[in-house]
Structures are given as structure tokens and as C-alpha cells.
């Protein structure tokens, strides 16, 4: 624990960093989180993170914790105070501390913290070899479309994913898949990609938007539809992805062995694009922070 982390308006070592038993973040989960991965010291998608943390913190009625330049300057800093290279900074914003009351405290200051973690996110051994996804029920909220603090349902579900032996649940309701527990769901058919629409019944997945954005130019062709588990199974690939994995084959879905390579050719090419389009991001933003 010496890394250095960000605690509104503070940088300190990470064992000193404190926040109130009276925040909400802690009572309610009435709070909003982010995840950027760092590649070569660069933040990554990082207009797209500025859009959803806006989205995210106006459907709370919160505000801005910094202006969003102040917010930049403070995650360049806190990348380059932990010299990360390669890993992710993960940051939160709660609606602060008040008396414990449910409706929102009028005027109060929110709790901003940010911290930062190493993880090999280019060179990930599972890109080769493909995951493991189990199937279970979607238990959360209807407002999924927040990336809100409130993530016991998916505390739920990944432990049921682990403890069968998976790396990752696909939660499903009525029969149709929603998304990944911490990443969003795509299965091919036909050399189509099959992706759930947007909607309150999702997390706006960045990766997401950026392989859709990907395939357009690339003419790979895209049906965005829910799917059901069926479908799913008999597919010709699946994978997912999320900000520190960016993109995972699956290998099989409750067991059931999906296509017949792993990486199958439309995966490989989509992770492929998408670390094309990382690495110029990097190529243009290194030293500029
Ligand atoms: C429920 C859920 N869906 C999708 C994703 C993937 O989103 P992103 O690509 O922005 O990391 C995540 C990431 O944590 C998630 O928790």
C-alpha cells in the first residue's frame, strides 16, 4: 500500500487516505465510479469517460466534484506520482457526507477519490487462450444505465461465476443475455456481431462504443439486438470486454464449447482494431501529460 492516491484535493500515501463512516458513498452507495485503463502512462478513451461520468453524475443530480480540466490535471498527476505505465485509474465521486437521511443534502461538497493500479493490460495470456462464462440471473436495478457505487448484485454474481469455476457471468433476464457482470456481452453469428441495443438495461460499455465505432469503418457488419442464451451457445464466437481486459474471447458458456478457435477470426480482428486504435492514441498523447 505505497502508492500514492487522490482524496479530495490531496494526494497521499494510500494508508492514510480517509473518508467519513458519514459519507453517503458508504451509507447509500449514492455515488457514481470510474475506470480508465493507462496504457504507456496515456488514458485511454478518454473522451468517451468525461461523456459517461457526465451522464452518469446528471441522472444522480450530482455535481462535478472539479472543473474538468482541474479533473485531468489531477489524473495526470496521480498517473505520473505512481509512475504507471500500464494499469488503470479507477475514481470515484459521492454525493459527500451529510446526516443520514435518504433525500439528497442540498448544497453539499461531494467526495472525490481516485486511486491507481498496475495490471499488464496489452500482454493478457487469456486474449490467447479465452475465458471461461457461466450464465446467471441478472439480479440489479433498473437504472443499470448509471455506473453507480451499488454493485452487490454484481458482487453476487461474480462470486457465483468464480466459485463454478468461470472468469465471467453473463447475467440474463428472461431468457436474454443483458451484459457481462463487469464487462459487456457480443456474440458472432455469421460473421455478424450481435451486441444488445442501449438502454436503462445496460452499462454504456466505452469499449463497447468503440468496437461499434471500429466495425463501421471497418465494414464488419453489426446487429445491435438483445440475444438469448441459446443463441448464445450456438454461435460462432463470443467475447467481451471492459476498460482492463479491452477485449476476451470466450471459450465456452456454461460449459458448452463456443466456435471452433479461440480467437475466433472476427474476435482476433476486433481486438486487433481496437489495440491499433489504443496504440495511436498513445503514439499521439505520449508526453503530453
Ligand atoms: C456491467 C458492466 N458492463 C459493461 C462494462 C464494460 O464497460 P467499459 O468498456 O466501459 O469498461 C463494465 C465495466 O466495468 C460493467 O461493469
Redesign the pocket.
Known amino acids: 500500500m505505497n502508492d500514492i492516491v487522490y482524496v479530495n484535493g490531496d494526494f497521499m500515501p494510500a494508508n492514510e487516505a480517509k473518508v467519513s463512516i458519514f459519507d453517503r458513498g458508504f451509507l447509500f452507495g449514492d455515488g457514481v465510479y470510474e475506470?480508465i485503463p493507462i496504457i504507456h502512462g496515456v488514458l485511454i478513451d478518454l473522451e468517451y469517460f468525461f461523456q459517461?461520468i457526465e451522464s452518469s453524475l446528471k441522472k444522480l443530480e450530482l455535481p462535478w466534484p472539479l472543473s474538468q480540466q482541474d479533473l485531468l490535471t489531477t489524473l495526470h498527476q496521480l498517473v505520473s506520482r505512481n509512475s504507471l505505465q500500464e494499469g488503470f485509474i479507477y475514481l470515484q465521486v459521492t454525493r459527500g457526507v451529510a446526516e443520514r437521511d435518504f433525500p439528497y443534502p442540498q448544497n453539499n461538497k461531494p467526495t472525490f477519490i481516485a486511486f491507481t493500479s498496475k495490471k499488464n493490460i496489452l500482454e493478457n495470456p487469456l486474449a490467447d487462450t479465452g475465458v471461461e462464462v457461466v450464465t446467471v440471473e441478472d439480479l440489479r436495478w433498473k437504472r443499470?444505465d448509471i455506473?453507480s457505487l451499488n454493485l452487490l448484485a454484481?458482487c453476487m454474481a461474480k462470486q457465483t461465476a468464480n466459485s463454478r469455476g468461470a472468469y465471467e457471468g453473463w447475467m440474463v433476464e428472461d431468457g436474454y443475455v443483458t451484459?457481462?457482470?463487469?464487462?459487456?456481452a457480443f456474440i458472432v453469428i455469421n460473421s455478424q456481431l450481435v451486441t444488445r441495443p442501449l438502454s436503462n438495461s445496460?452499462?454504456p460499455?466505452?469499449?463497447?462504443r468503440v468496437i461499434l465505432e471500429l466495425a463501421k469503418e471497418r465494414s464488419i457488419d453489426v446487429e445491435e439486438r438483445p440475444f438469448t442464451v441459446d443463441e448464445a451457445l450456438a454461435a460462432d464466437e463470443a467475447f467481451l470486454?471492459?476498460?482492463?481486459t479491452l477485449i476476451l474471447p470466450i471459450r465456452s458458456i456454461d460449459g458448452q464449447k463456443i466456435g471452433t478457435h479461440i480467437p475466433g477470426p472476427i474476435t482476433r480482428q476486433v481486438r486487433e482494431l481496437y489495440l491499433e486504435a489504443v496504440l495511436e492514441t498513445v503514439s499521439k498523447n505520449q508526453g503530453s501529460s
Open positions: 475506470v459517461r443499470r455506473k454484481q451484459e457481462g457482470v463487469t464487462s459487456s445496460i452499462l460499455g466505452i469499449r463497447r470486454s471492459s476498460a482492463t
